[in-house]
Every structure is written in structure tokens, then in C-alpha cells.
């Protein structure tokens, strides 16, 4: 993981979705703590894959709603910037796209 500390961006990352998206990986977290019960209480695979699935799901929603959030928001500004702005904003995209 990188701190924010590292970023290159000289503005807050606070969205409007960030919320959304807490309360989401929250969710999620609540979900896997129950997949690992149902793991360590011996329940059957097919259930427990099932369920993982669930909670990978919810895990790449949230991610997808982040970056859609970050182009949209903090990517989108820098079409009309300066050429070094421009540059550093399509290294951005380069990079936040591998995780997509």
C-alpha cells in the first residue's frame, strides 16, 4: 500500500464517494469475517466460495468506484493544464489503470 505521503498530488484526496465506499468495504469486511467463521467452523466449500465470491465482488465495486472517482475528479481537470501537468496526469492514469 502507499501512504499518502508518497502521492504526487498537491490536493486532498476527498471525494464525494468516499463515504459510499467505506461503508462498503466495511460491509465487506463484516462479510469476510463471517466467510473465515464458516471456515473455521468446518461449513461446506460450495457455500464458503460462494460466499468469498460475495465478498471479492464487493471488494472490486468499491475499487472500481475509486478510480472511476479519481479520473472523473481528479484526472479529468488536467486535459486544458500545462504540458507538465498533463505528463504527470497521464503517469497517474498509467499507474491507477493497473489496478483495474
Same mark, same amino acid.
Given at each position: 500500500?502507499?501512504?499518502e505521503s508518497? &502521492?504526487?498530488h498537491?490536493?486532498?484526496h476527498?471525494?464525494?464517494s468516499?463515504?459510499?465506499i467505506t461503508?462498503r468495504l466495511k460491509r465487506?469486511?463484516g462479510?469476510l469475517?463471517?466467510?473465515?467463521e464458516m471456515?473455521?467452523?468446518h461449513a461446506?466449500?460450495t457455500?464458503i466460495?460462494?460466499q468469498l465470491?460475495?465478498?471479492?465482488?464487493?471488494?472490486t465495486?468499491?475499487?472500481?468506484?475509486l478510480?472511476?472517482?479519481?479520473i472523473?475528479?481528479?484526472?479529468?481537470?488536467?486535459?486544458?493544464a500545462? &504540458?507538465a501537468?498533463?505528463?504527470a496526469?497521464?503517469a497517474?492514469f498509467?499507474?491507477?489503470?493497473?489496478?483495474?
Amino acid at each position: 500500500m502507499t501512504d499518502e505521503s508518497n &502521492d504526487d498530488h498537491s490536493h486532498l484526496h476527498i471525494h464525494a464517494s468516499h463515504p459510499a465506499i467505506t461503508k462498503r468495504l466495511k460491509r465487506a469486511s463484516g462479510h469476510l469475517s463471517h466467510v473465515i467463521e464458516m471456515i473455521e467452523t468446518h461449513a461446506g466449500c460450495t457455500d464458503i466460495a460462494q460466499q468469498l465470491h460475495a465478498v471479492e465482488k464487493a471488494i472490486t465495486n468499491a475499487k472500481r468506484v475509486l478510480i472511476q472517482d479519481h479520473i472523473d475528479h481528479c484526472l479529468e481537470g488536467s486535459v486544458e493544464a500545462d &504540458d507538465a501537468t498533463r505528463s504527470a496526469t497521464l503517469a497517474d492514469f498509467k499507474t491507477i489503470a493497473k489496478y483495474l
